[in-house]
């Protein structure tokens, strides 16, 4: 197969993982930059453009698309799809698990236990919403924070209301949150492989931090999870609609609570704790899923 990895350095751990993986299979891989890639939107013969020539031949796409070039990255893929290349997860899957109050919705909705969650738009509602969420910690969250920049403890009411009128201040939309103390800064990160949890670690927070963030100074181990917690990671996957996905998973008292479905994660954490070929299991799952023209929505949505 030609597979393409859309990815904005090749020398990144989990790029070049895949590269790796893909070329002991016999595969041939590229590296595409997808902010070099331009495109010709037609409707009989849509192409991509990159570096003045035409891309063509691919079977497969591999997505690695950075938070900050969502928009631009699942503009490019969603091309690909268009040109009937099969997508290891599809762009409206990407976009839909990279907004964080669009993906509690669809979890909530098909009965995922996660953390309660409030939103509003109005600050005249802030008393309102923190009485909704109830308790006096809440975790308050900026939409669009990654790696754990942006999560905020609030462990009073005062400091929610605080944390709150600043994110406000700023313009900026946040979710506020039941704080899950009882997990004791630890949480679960469950690594999705077509509708398996192929490996899992447990990462917990260093010293008086709740963040268990491995760019905050987390320590990751391996852990057995429990069927419950399978099955809810495949599920939240399942319902994004994500073929690769790592499912983060907080221990609460009532159960296992997702907290995010990420739809690029890293393999470099999961390969070294689990000593898992996972780079190997996505290149096996490609070739046992690709077809061409095989999406659920074909750039659709
Ligand atoms: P990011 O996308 O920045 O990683 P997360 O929502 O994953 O944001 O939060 C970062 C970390 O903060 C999590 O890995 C977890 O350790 C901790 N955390 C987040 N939400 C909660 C919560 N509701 N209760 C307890 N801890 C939380
Ligand atoms: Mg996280």
Redesign the pocket.
């Known amino acids: 197969m030609k597979i393409g990895i859309l990815s904005r350095n090749a020398k990144l751990y989990s790029t070049r993982r895949l590269i790796e993986a893909g070329r002991e299979r016999d595969h041939e891989v590229h590296v595409i930059d997808p902010l070099r890639c331009y495109m010709k939107i037609v409707s009989h013969k849509p192409e991509i453009h990159y570096r003045g020539q035409v891309l063509e031949g691919f079977d497969a796409i591999i997505p690695r698309i950075g938070a900050s070039v969502t928009f631009y990255g699942t503009a490019v893929l969603r091309q690909f799809e268009m040109m009937g290349v099969y997508p290891l997860n599809e762009s409206v899957a990407i976009t839909r698990s990279r907004d964080k109050l669009r993906a509690h919705q669809l979890l909530a909705r098909r009965g995922i236990g996660m953390?309660v969650t409030g939103f509003a738009h109005s600050p005249d509602d802030t008393s309102d919403l923190l009485d909704l969420v109830g308790g006096d910690k809440t975790?308050i969250?900026l939409l669009e924070?990654?790696?754990?920049?942006?999560?905020v403890l609030a462990e009073t009411r005062k400091a929610g209301e605080s944390v709150i009128e600043a994110f406000r201040g700023l313009k900026a939309y946040f979710l506020v949150?039941?704080?899950?103390e009882e997990?004791k800064?630890a949480?679960l990160r469950c690594f999705i492989v077509g509708d398996k949890v192929v490996a899992a670690m447990r990462r917990q927070?260093r010293e008086g931090e709740?963040?268990?963030?491995i760019h905050r100074g987390g320590q990751a181990e391996k852990v057995r999870i429990t069927p419950e917690e399978r099955s809810t990671a495949t599920r939240a996957a399942r319902i994004m609609g994500l073929n690769v996905a790592g499912v983060?998973i907080?221990r609460s008292n009532h159960g296992p609570v997702v907290?995010?479905v990420n739809s690029s994660p890293g393999l470099e954490g999961i390969e070294s704790v689990t000593g898992r070929d996972v780079a190997g299991m996505i290149i096996g799952f490609i070739e046992k899923n690709q077809r061409a023209g095989r999406t659920k929505t074909r750039g659709q949505g």
Do not use: C, H, W
């Open positions: 953390p975790v969250k924070g990654t790696q754990g920049v942006g999560v949150q039941e704080f899950i997990a800064g949480d927070a709740f963040r268990s963030n983060d907080l907290m995010e």
